[in-house]
T-cell receptor, first 109, second 113 residues
């Protein structure tokens, strides 16, 4: 099956800093989503982005499908951005979502 | 529009007991999924369904059974719960034509003692 690797595994920032999270995947995909899991365990869908670039407020994401990676940018980070960020992909030959191990983000005041 | 609803939200079971987790979606999605999440890990697929009356095994199916008798509902059963099944369970659904991706429920936290 498809492999999904996220980096870095852990990231600690001061409030106001910017960060970039990376997701590499091993095969062609027809779906890529970024999720934020908040401290209460809820999975928040941030982006559906199988290709191209999207922006939503302080967050933006870019997927380069031909090179099999996606980047999530967080600008002017806030303490509420803390939590785990997951990348998940669905390969073109399948109909199920495979998750990476996540990036644990801690934003300190 | 409730999206994906999971019941119950929390449950404690004794080893050997059985239970059923219910997932309901009101978006007329064809595909539905059950995932489990263990501490410090990503979500792993247990079983999934691509339509009413059909189910398939995922990455970690052992110890679980599922049924999709109605399009809007996907049930996950534990016949004889084990401590290794202590986890957070997430249900998800998506339409046939991917437009917006998967929608997840809020999770069920299950502890088996």
């Amino acid at each position: 099956g498809i492999q999904v690797e996220q980096s870095p595994p852990d990231l600690i920032l001061q409030e106001g800093a910017n960060s970039t999270l990376r997701c590499n995947f091993s095969d062609s995909v027809n779906n890529l989503q970024w999720f934020h899991q908040n401290p209460w365990g809820q999975l928040i869908n941030l982006f559906y982005i199988p290709s191209g670039t999207k922006q939503n407020g302080r967050l933006s994401a870019t997927t380069v499908a031909t090179e099999r990676y996606s980047l999530l940018y967080i600008s002017s980070s806030q303490t509420t951005d803390s939590g785990v960020y997951f990348c998940a992909v669905e390969e073109t030959s399948g109909s199920r979502l495979t998750f990476g191990e996540g990036t644990q983000l801690t934003v300190n005041p | 529009n409730a999206g994906v609803t999971q019941t119950p939200k929390f449950r404690v079971l004794k080893t050997g007991q059985s239970m059923t987790l219910l997932c309901a979606q009101d978006m007329n999605h064809e595909y539905m999924y059950w995932y489990r999440q263990d501490p410090g890990m990503g979500l792993r697929l247990i079983h999934y369904s691509v339509g009413e009356g059909t189910t398939a095994k995922g990455e970690v199916p052992d110890g679980y059974n599922v049924s999709r008798l109605k399009k809007q509902n996907f049930l996950l059963g534990l016949e004889s719960a084990a401590p290794s099944q202590t986890s957070v369970y997430f249900c998800a659904s998506r339409p046939i034509l991917l437009a917006g991706g998967y929608t997840f429920g809020s999770g069920t936290r299950l502890t088996v003692v």
